[in-house]
T-cell receptor
Framework: GAVVSQHPSRVICKSGTSVKIECRSLDFQATTMFWYRQFPKQSLMLMAT?????????EQGVEKDKFLINHASLTLSTLTVTSAHPEDSSFYICSARDTGPRTPQHFGDGTRLSIL | GQQLNQSPQSMFIQEGEDVSMNCTSS?????WLWYKQDPGEGPVLLIA?????ELTSNGRLTAQFGITRKDSFLNISASIPSDVGIYFCAGQIGNTNAGKSTFGDGTTLTVKP
């Protein structure tokens, strides 16, 4: 089955640090990847859609300059949280879809980001 | 925008009991998906439904794509402790919006041994 790998699984860093999270599709090519944020006991909140070779599409209210997304290849998308602050602490999850009409999203295992 | 109403919000059941949860929407979807999320992990796909009226099973799990395309349910039979987790439904409109999915708020399942 489709496998999506997300790294790192956990990050603890000081306020002001920029943090990069990687999302890789291991056994399929993903022209589209998605980045979500999840608060405790809540559903997944879509932040942006990452498109291979073009600019990401951000959801309303998500700061483009704060959450930089790069989708340089068909198997890798990265999310960089720039100058992170404690309010950016959250669980970030990526997903990826293979091409074709009947292809569901498959999720990575998430990254727990804690900003001190 | 599209919204999914998922119910119930939480369930507390005894091991061995059957479970049923559902999602409804005011919008039509071409795909319905059911995921399970364990604490600290990403959601895992359980069942994908692509055709109105489709009934699909995955072990003790059964899900159906509503005939109106606006709802779906998930049943779990003979629940076991490892069924504990949060179950999310998701609706997808084909390849439009780059296959973006709309998620329900989740059903938290607790199974008492």
């Amino acid at each position: 089955g489709a496998v999506v790998s997300q790294h790192p699984s956990r990050v603890i860093c000081k306020s002001g640090t920029s943090v990069k999270i990687e999302c890789r599709s291991l056994d399929f090519q993903a022209t589209t990847m998605f980045w979500y944020r999840q608060f405790p006991k809540q559903s997944l909140m879509l932040m942006a859609t990452s498109n291979e070779g073009s600019k990401a599409t951000y959801e309303q209210g998500v700061e483009k300059d704060k959450f930089l997304i790069n989708h340089a290849s068909l198997t890798l998308s990265t999310l960089t949280v720039t100058s992170a602050h404690p309010e950016d602490s959250s669980f970030y999850i990526c997903s990826a879809r293979d091409t074709g009409p009947r292809t569901p999203q498959h999720f990575g295992d998430g990254t727990r980001l804690s900003i001190l | 925008g599209q919204q999914l109403n998922q119910s119930p919000q939480s369930m507390f059941i005894q091991e061995g009991e059957d479970v049923s949860m559902n999602c409804t929407s005011s919008s039509i979807f071409n795909t319905w998906l059911w995921y399970k999320q364990d604490p600290g992990e990403g959601p895992v796909l359980l069942i994908a439904l692509y055709k109105a009226g489709e009934l699909t099973s995955n072990g003790r799990l059964t899900a159906q794509f509503g005939i109106t395309r606006k709802d779906s349910f998930l049943n779990i039979s003979a629940s076991i402790p490892s069924d504990v987790g949060i179950y999310f439904c998701a609706g997808q409109i084909g390849n439009t919006n780059a296959g973006k999915s709309t998620f329900g708020d989740g059903t938290t399942l607790t199974v008492k041994p």
